[in-house]
């Protein structure tokens, strides 16, 4: 069973995503975070194959979570989709990509898009 970890500081995203993909792909497993230090606990905890990570974050936002997850050898090969509302020009996604992001989605999100980006992030990790 393949696992996706959703980090998001606003619970209402999360409970929006998470119900999106166990309807969409009720073969995966998903775990939520609501801050981004959590987040890296669980993805060292349970290694997902894919990890959808909100930029915009109070304290740790998502580069830096990005960042960690890249310089660890346990997570570093996991795909990142990182999710923005607010950070949608090129040069947020170029230094997203430049840190290791795989893929961007805008907020709100688009489930068939969602869906479709995180089947090709489940196909790259296997």
Same mark, same amino acid.
């Given at each position: 069973m393949s696992k996706i970890l959703?980090?998001?500081d606003k619970r209402d995203n999360l409970v929006v995503v998470e119900a999106l993909?166990?309807?969409?792909?009720?073969?995966?497993?998903? $775990?939520?975070? =609501?801050?981004?230090?959590?987040?890296l606990e669980i993805a060292k905890d349970e290694e997902p194959d894919a990890i959808l990570l909100d930029i915009k974050m109070p304290g740790m936002d998502? $580069?830096?979570?990005?960042?960690?997850?890249?310089?660890?050898?346990?997570?570093?090969?996991?795909?990142?989709?990182? =999710?923005?509302?607010?950070?949608?020009?090129?040069?947020s996604r170029i230094k997203g990509l430049e840190l290791g992001a795989d893929a961007f989605l805008n907020k709100?999100?688009?489930?068939?898009?969602?869906?479709a980006q995180v089947k090709v992030? =489940?196909?790259?990790k296997s």
């Open positions: 959703v980090i998001d993909l166990k309807n969409m792909l009720p073969e995966c497993m998903v $775990y939520s975070a =609501l801050s981004g230090p959590m987040g998502g $580069y830096e979570v990005c960042s960690i997850l890249k310089e660890n050898n346990s997570t570093k090969n996991i795909p990142i989709i990182m =999710l923005t509302a607010a950070m949608t020009d090129s040069k709100p999100i688009n489930a068939e898009e969602l869906v992030m =489940l196909r790259i």
